[in-house]
């Protein structure tokens, strides 16, 4: 059983910056996407990110493209997510997941396997 672990959400002010990290208890594997979502009270899992583990191809929601990045981290079973330029509708709850078997942009939550159990991001304006 793969276990997820997100760290590093917090409380920032609009305008700041946060790095969310993904630790995999096992490796990830090149037919992997690792993809970050959020969600909010009331609200469905929303895509926010996705990188194509073998080629790094990323994929990022309209609403981000530009302010986040993800990345893979030097090991073989990190994944990070730089925010940059926060925004008070970018408070939730983020989640990272391993779609083990990704055949397409990873974009949708149906489509993974595994997830974290979540870590807080909130955005004061």
């Known amino acids: 059983q793969v276990r997820l672990v997100e760290s590093g959400g917090g409380m920032v002010q609009a305008g700041g910056s946060l790095r969310l990290s993904c630790v995999a208890s096992?490796?990830?594997?090149?037919?992997?996407?690792m993809g970050w979502f959020r969600q909010t009270p009331g609200k469905e899992r929303e895509f926010v990110a996705s990188?194509?583990?073998?080629?790094?191809?990323?994929y990022y929601a309209e609403s981000v493209k530009g302010r986040f990045t993800i990345s893979k981290g030097s090991g073989a079973s990190t994944v990070y997510l730089e925010m940059n330029d926060l925004k008070s509708e970018d408070t939730a709850i983020y989640y990272c997941?391993?779609?083990?078997?990704?055949?397409?942009?990873?974009?949708?939550?149906?489509?993974?396997?595994?997830w974290g159990q979540g870590t807080q991001v909130t955005v004061s304006s």
């Open positions: 997941g391993e779609d083990r078997y990704a055949s397409g942009y990873s974009l949708q939550a149906s489509e993974y396997e595994y």
């Open positions: 096992s490796r990830i594997y090149s037919s992997t996407a």
């Open positions: 990188i194509r583990w073998s080629t790094g191809r990323t």
